[in-house]
Nanobody, 115 residues
Framework: QVQLVESGGGLVEPGESLTLSCTVS????????MGWYRQTPGKQRELIAE???????NYADSVKGRFAIYRDNTKKRMGLRMNNLRREDTAVYFC?????????WGQGVQVTVSS
């Protein structure tokens, strides 16, 4: 049974920083991509940061220079460091892993940026 669990969300003020973590349980074979997505009510889910199958990092234009994705060598832990947060970063954040049998998703964690 594969399970992904996000943690580290919360309420912060604009300009502050926050770090999200994703812990993976179970076996996932042939991992290709690992990444972070976010979604707001009435909006489509947006890919904001990912590791490609080659191990390189991609970022959405809206978070480039502010967010950083990282993982450990076991690919069982993944994080997202979010700096200089803006109100428009408010969303539910999901971690996801693409394996040979399909994609796996966490439940999501709320991040609210407000003054």
């Amino acid at each position: 049974q594969v399970q992904l669990v996000e943690s580290g969300g919360g309420l912060v003020e604009p300009g502050e920083s926050l770090t999200l973590s994703c812990t993976v349980s179970g076996k996932i074979f042939s991992i290709s991509t690992m990444g972070w997505y976010r979604q707001t009510p009435g909006k489509q889910r947006e890919l904001i940061a990912e590791f490609t199958s080659e191990g390189s990092r991609n970022y959405a234009d809206s978070v480039k220079g502010r967010f950083a994705i990282y993982r450990d060598n076991t690919k069982k832990r993944m994080g997202l460091r979010m700096n200089n947060l803006r109100r428009e970063d408010t969303a539910v954040y999901f971690c996801s892993i693409q394996g040979c049998l399909g994609a796996y998703w966490g439940q999501g964690v709320q991040v609210t940026v407000s003054s």
